[in-house]
């Protein structure tokens, strides 16, 4: 089946600092990946998104790259901001109306 | 656009009583629908979904069902609450037809079960 693994938390960080999320799936198929935030308190936000090999998602000075080779599509940012503080969620969908979530990631960024 | 409600953010329920969680969909017709379930510092588990009217596909087996009386409604119910019901009930919709799409969801319901 499918199955999306994400590096434990929590991390903590501070402001300006570079931040890498390591995300690894599993899959039968091709599936599309993504990056969800949740800020405290609230729902999933879609962060980015990519939908075949090589593709490269980004949004709000996030990125991450579909690397079917390896498997992953870990999310990175050159500098954040105590703003970015949140959980992060790796998740595939692979021929399906479902979503395959890792447990999440916590960051916080001290300033 | 598209938008997402649901009702209540917050609710505070004693054991046995009974639940209602509501979420609807604006802007968009047929979408797939999905009530999800976050326990304090855990991840998502999926319970129900749906791809149309009456239909419902069940995750999970537990005291808690789904019903999709309208097109754009997905309603989260129980008849007697226990306390392992708390958590944050998050309810999300998709386009309909086409698989590998994103979810959005709405900003969820924080269920506290005394």
């Known amino acids: 089946g499918n199955s999306v693994t994400q590096m434990e938390g929590p991390v903590t960080l501070s402001e300006e600092a570079f931040l890498t999320i390591n995300c690894t799936y599993t899959a039968t198929g091709y599936p599309s990946l993504f990056w969800y935030v949740q800020y405290p308190g609230e729902g999933l936000q879609l962060l980015l998104k990519a939908t075949k090999a090589d593709d490269k998602g980004s949004n709000k000075g996030f990125e991450a790259t579909y690397r079917k080779e390896t498997t992953s599509f870990h999310l990175e940012k050159g500098s954040v901001q105590v703003s970015d503080s949140a959980v992060y969620f790796c998740a595939l969908s692979d021929n399906d109306y479902k979503l395959s979530f890792g447990a999440g990631t916590t960051v916080t960024v001290r300033a | 656009s598209q938008t997402i409600h649901q009702w209540p953010a917050t609710l505070v329920q004693p054991v046995g009583s009974p639940l209602s969680l509501e979420c609807t969909v604006e802007g968009t017709s047929n979408p797939n629908l999905y009530w999800y379930r976050q326990a304090a510092g855990r991840g998502l588990q999926l319970l129900f979904y749906?791809?149309?009217?009456?239909?419902i596909s069940s995750e999970v087996p537990q005291n808690l069902s789904a019903s999709r009386p309208q097109d754009r409604q997905f309603i989260l119910s129980s008849k007697k609450l226990l306390l392992s019901d708390s958590g944050f009930y998050l309810c999300?919709?998709?386009?309909?037809?086409?698989?590998?799409?994103?979810?959005?969801f709405g900003d969820g319901t924080r269920l506290s079960i005394l």
């Open positions: 749906s791809v149309g009217i009456g239909q």
């Open positions: 999300a919709w998709s386009t309909p037809g086409t698989a590998n799409q994103p979810q959005h």
